[in-house]
């Protein structure tokens, strides 16, 4: 029997596709995923996994083998944190529910800035920024789209100054679960929750190890050591951190859209050595040492 070379695998357990906020439908990522060498991929758009089913079709006629994902907005200590949920089982009724629920947290969201915007003056505002937003949720930089498409203001930048931006009408805060609730979810349709881009929160050390102690008492098991546009700097904090908590080391790209070099599909820096990759703990288990490709 020929044991797998790390160097035959490229894992990539983070990216997004058209089902949140990704440029590319979930068939033509997955095909793109395979013309990069990413032999396993997870697809984790916030708050759903209503791209699985067709990126699940095309993974199987490419070759990669799909890891189901998803990406959850939740609060922490009044903070917006991601945890990512790697390999569940997407038909868990429960989960499925909960998933609605987040959707419906971000509709009602929505309602509230068109309630905000209404001085604006804007007719049909949800319904245009739904048309922005490709038929999906809108966002603050949709509406923001709108805003200038009607003349309100001459460009986003001053959509946000005006009415979107932070103590504005139409700063909006999510209503997000709580952070022990959604690892729960994760965690009861048999998946693996992950703390995204712990990084990316822009905490004191001392306040994401206490994200993270939280975060574990929850059931969570695993945070993302590689991501895109990291430095070496954080690897190697993330790296110890994943050592001393006998945390799952996880790690993936990010990829929303083509033309970002810096977070594309497979683009991985590869995992500081003494590690446990979280794909070893998968239902189905990836048998290999931590991805060897290397970050251009
Ligand atoms: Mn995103
Ligand atoms: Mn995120
Ligand atoms: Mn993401």
Same mark, same amino acid.
């Given at each position: 029997?020929?044991?797998? %070379? ?7 357990? /983070? ?5 949140? !906020? ?17 032999? /396993? ?15 699940? $079709? ?28 790697? !390999?569940? *089982? ?12 987040? /959707? ?31 038929? *999906? ?11 200038? *498409?009607?003349?309100?203001?001459? *460009? ?76 070496? +700097? ?16 996880? %790690?993936?790209?990010?990829? /929303?859209?083509? +033309? ?30 931590? $991805? ?5």
């Amino acid at each position: 029997m020929t044991i797998p %070379q790390a160097s035959d695998f490229c894992i990539d357990l /983070h990216c997004h596709s058209t089902a949140s !906020d990704g440029a590319l439908p979930p068939r033509d990522l997955v095909r793109r995923a395979a013309d990069k060498g990413v032999t /396993h991929l997870a697809l984790t758009d916030h708050d759903t996994v209503a791209g699985l089913a067709e990126a699940r $079709a095309e993974a199987a006629a490419s070759g990669v083998r799909l890891i189901s994902g998803t990406e959850l907005s939740c609060v922490w200590k009044t903070q917006t944190i991601h945890i990512v949920g790697l !390999d569940f *089982d997407p038909d868990n009724p429960a989960f499925r529910e909960a998933l609605a629920r987040q /959707h419906e947290n971000r509709w009602g969201r929505a309602r509230m800035i068109v309630e905000r915007l209404q001085k604006t003056g804007v007719t049909n505002l949800l319904e245009k920024a739904t048309l922005v937003a490709g038929g *999906d949720v809108p966002g603050r930089p949709h509406f923001a789209r709108v805003l200038v *498409d009607e003349g309100k203001v001459k *460009d986003v930048a001053q959509a946000f100054k005006r009415y979107l931006g932070a103590g504005k009408p139409g700063d909006v805060k999510a209503f997000w679960p709580e952070l022990a609730e959604v690892v729960e979810w994760i965690t009861a349709a048999n998946g693996i929750a992950v703390l995204a881009h712990p990084r990316k929160y822009r905490m004191t050390a001392t306040r994401l190890r206490s994200l993270v102690h939280d975060f574990m008492r929850a059931g969570g098991r695993s945070i993302e050591v590689s991501t895109s546009g990291q430095s070496s +700097g954080d690897l190697g904090f993330l790296a110890e951190l994943c050592r001393r908590q006998e945390l799952l080391a996880s %790690q993936g790209s990010d990829f /929303h859209f083509p +033309g970002a070099p810096w977070c594309e599909l497979g683009n991985i820096v590869k995992m500081p050595d003494g590690l446990e990759p979280v794909w070893h703990h998968f239902r189905e288990p990836v048998s290999i040492a931590p $991805a060897a490709q290397s970050g251009a």
